[in-house]
T-cell receptor
Framework: DTEVTQTPKHLVMGMTNKKSLKCEQH?????MYWYKQKAKKPPELMFV???????INESVPSRFSPECPNSSLLNLHLHALQPEDSALYLC????????????FGPGTRLTVT | QKEVEQNSGPLSVPEGAIASLNCTYS??????FFWYRQYSGKSPELIMS????GDKEDGRFTAQLNKASQYVSLLIRDSQPSDSATYLC????????FGKGTRLHILP
């Protein structure tokens, strides 16, 4: 089973709203990732959690705040976003250790108005 | 700056033919290489991973890696219209770098 789930599938939010994206995997993977993808562009890494600790932050603005409550869950808290933050937000997970194959969830399509 | 380069295409291939997709990478330290398929509006799907020089086959797909030339390729045999998608090449380990993708169009 290589399933990563993400909720919600679609999200429309105003620039003053606070919302959260959720990601879950039950594959026993120990690394989880957030990516942002704009149309016709490759996924752009935002954050990496390894063994529930933040290991990589790609200089993401503080209006994006990640959280890893446990090894199966990953959240992305959103606050005071800009219209240019509208994109597909992808969560991925990998086994960790020496295995780096990343499996993606279906994504959350975010529109900031 | 670590980079993965791909021809953006579109690459048009007749149904039943072999589609050949290529990419090069800049970081000689990369140990892991991946091909993802992405349909329009969907998330990337891992179709092949390769870690050592040579060929790796899985069904209609063959991945080829040449570390000396820093070159990775993907061959799709007996191409089907359902193979029409964007193919993303990626390289790296805990942090992987994606190429910009090659759009593949299989002509019925």
């Amino acid at each position: 089973d290589t399933e990563v789930t993400q909720t919600p599938k679609h999200l429309v939010m105003g620039m003053t709203n606070k919302k959260s994206l959720k990601c879950e995997q039950h594959m026993g993977h120990r690394a989880m990732y957030w990516y942002k993808q704009k149309a016709k562009k490759p996924p752009e890494l935002m954050f990496v959690y390894s063994y529930e600790k933040l290991s990589i932050n790609e200089s993401v603005p503080s209006r994006f705040s990640p959280e890893c409550p446990n090894s199966s869950l990953l959240n992305l808290h959103l606050h005071a976003l800009q219209p240019e933050d509208s994109a597909l937000y992808l969560c991925a997970s990998s086994h960790g250790g020496d295995s780096y194959e990343q499996y993606f969830g279906p994504g959350t399509r975010l529109t900031v108005t | 700056q670590k980079e993965v380069e791909q021809n953006s295409g579109p690459l048009s291939v007749p149904e039943g033919a072999i589609a050949s997709l290529n990419c090069t990478y800049s970081d000689r330290g990369s140990q892991s290489f991946f091909w993802y398929r992405q349909y329009s509006g969907k998330s990337p799907e891992l179709i092949m991973s390769i870690y050592s020089n040579g060929d790796k086959e899985d069904g209609r797909f063959t991945a080829q890696l040449n570390k000396a030339s820093q070159y990775v390729s993907l061959l799709i045999r007996d191409s089907q219209p359902s193979d029409s998608a964007t193919y993303l090449c990626a390289a790296g380990d805990d942090k992987i770098i994606f190429g910009k993708g090659t759009r593949l169009h299989i002509l019925p």
